[in-house]
């Protein structure tokens, strides 16, 4: 019985937030995209997203002091549902479930190396996979990508306003790092909404992302840093913001 993993770990928030993310970004693509599905289909790559969502949070909820037998365990698990994955989203369309393989290969590399990464890259290539199985793959798309790299800069820029290791030497004061956050969070802002105007996406949901991504900046400015958090509330603000930006770009383009 030892050998028998602990699935409350699966309830643990790193996991459930690994599987709410990926599961959540699946289903707003399915709402999303422009060409309907049937209901079989439907139901077949919900299900698929749910089994790989369980996946990536059954690799989260490995442990590096486990023995070898639960660490097998839980990536059995792991292994099981990314197969299963896969194979239903093959049912829906062949190559819908290739792009779900490499999808789910390249996050379970990535979430090993930074989770705040990999939850980004959930929401810029997520909704690729559902797309191609729908047979409805934009070249818009890839400006999800784009914000995702921005957000990343952006966040990052905030994290080292608010925490920096102390025996390091700072090359940018704190106040340099918010100012270099902000002006991220600006440019994605007029790129989304130069992008978007030219591509002709549709106008409300565009400037929502525009508007967003502007209200971020002062949000942040009024509420985002707080000592002694090293820059979590920032971080977690223009996340958000980028976030919902996204989101109204999937659906401004479907």
Partial sequence: MHHIPDLSRLLRPEAVTQFAVFTGMALVSLWTTPREMSGGDTTLVVIAAIVAGIALAAIRATQSEDSADIRFSWHAIAFAGVVLATVLAIVVRPLGGLALLVVLAFLVWLQARSLRVSRLAMIAIVPWWVWIA??????????????????????AQLHDAGFWPEDTERIMSARAHRYAGWLVVALAGVLVVSIGWVADIGKP??????????????????????????????????????????????????
């Fill in 205 to 254: 949901w565009l400037a929502l992302a525009g508007v967003t991504l502007a209200a971020a900046i002062p949000l942040e400015a009024g509420f985002g840093a707080t000592p002694g958090e090293g820059g979590r509330r920032s971080s977690a603000l223009v996340y958000t913001a980028f976030t919902i930006a996204s989101i109204s770009w999937l659906i401004g383009i479907a």
């Fill in 134 to 155: 729908a047979d409805a793959w934009y070249w818009q798309l890839l400006m999800l990508v784009f914000m995702q790299i921005l957000a990343l800069v952006a966040t």
